[in-house]
């Protein structure tokens, strides 16, 4: 596996949570949608900060990108009538450089919120802002990069990491189902379904049991017929003694496999099958000691 991110000098490298911990503004985007200012929601000051706080979702996960007035008009806008709309936008905008920055004179530019062009629109976080969206690629990036190097702890580390935080939901506010999140959620789905595949393939290498099984539960959960968790799983019952729970676990795999997406057994699972029925009940041959219990 390889990757373009190198590791970090370790007189560079810093912990995770310690970006969060120094950072003057921090946006949380998994879960329920929060922004603080040291101690500070920001947004709670007063009403009909919706639209404001629309903007700043959309920059957050856009830093450094150009947008135009037109584009963000039609983020939360569009059923509004042009002028009206246009105004709307306005004041929404004004909304968030206050919130952000609330000593802001008339007239002053924004610290974070540029215009430029005919009505284009960027936002630059400097370095006193963290996000857990932005925090959720660095952590992937890092992790990778200590697969490529071949260092297994650290690559779990950043990959426990990134699967932690996309347990939650992302921005699973009211606004959460709005068609221009979907491309974001799908992002950082497929970030967690990554970091599960590897962290499931690294902890069975190996031979740690107990937190392979934790990832593949976790996979299953998310993915009902992903077949590395499911046969992770059924060698677990395996390794354990007990074929019987094995043979079970993969009949109704297959069940749903054939069930829900009319799919086949593959080569592999067919020959797990053939493996787990061949032997014994006890899961263990005559004179063979039973396997010693996780951890013994």
């Not at 590791?7 to 921090?26: D, G, K, N, Q």
């Not at 709309?85 to 924004?110: I, Y």
């Not at 054939?258 to 080569?267: H, I, N, T, W």
Request: proline fraction near 5%.
């Amino acid at each position: 596996m390889t990757s373009g991110t190198a590791l970090l000098p370790r007189s560079e490298w810093v912990h995770p949570r310690e970006r969060e911990h120094v950072a003057t503004y921090r946006a949380y985007l998994f879960g329920p949608f929060r922004v603080f200012k040291g101690e500070e929601v920001l947004g709670q000051r007063r009403q009909r900060r919706e639209k404001a706080l629309l903007l700043l979702k959309w920059f957050l996960l856009n830093p450094g990108k150009p947008a135009s007035m037109d584009q963000l008009i039609d983020l939360g806008w569009q059923d509004t009538a042009p002028e009206k709309a246009a105004s709307g936008f306005h004041v929404g905008m004004h909304c968030l450089r206050r919130m952000l920055e609330p000593d802001l004179r008339p007239g002053q530019e924004s610290s974070f919120i540029h215009r430029s062009g005919t009505n284009f629109y960027r936002f630059e976080a400097n370095e006193g802002w963290w996000s857990d969206a932005n925090e959720v690629e660095r952590l992937f990036e890092q992790a990778r990069a200590s697969d490529a190097h071949c260092d297994a702890r650290r690559a779990c580390f950043y990959y426990s990491r990134v699967a932690a935080y996309t347990v939650r939901r992302f921005l699973e506010d009211e606004e959460s189902q709005q068609q221009w999140l979907a491309p974001y959620r799908r992002q950082y789905e497929g970030l967690c379904s990554q970091a599960l595949i590897r962290l499931i393939q690294i902890h069975r290498a190996r031979g740690e049991l107990d937190e392979a099984l934790e990832y593949a539960y976790e996979k299953l959960r998310l993915d009902p017929y992903n077949e590395l968790a499911a046969t992770t799983i059924i060698e677990a019952h395996l390794q354990l003694g007990r074929p019987t729970h094995a043979l079970r676990q993969l009949s109704v795999f297959l069940l749903s496999l054939e069930r829900d997406l009319g799919a086949a057994a593959g080569s592999n699972l067919l020959a797990l099958r053939e493996k787990i029925m061949r032997m014994p009940p006890n899961g263990h041959g005559p004179g063979a000691s039973a396997p010693c219990p996780i951890g013994g």
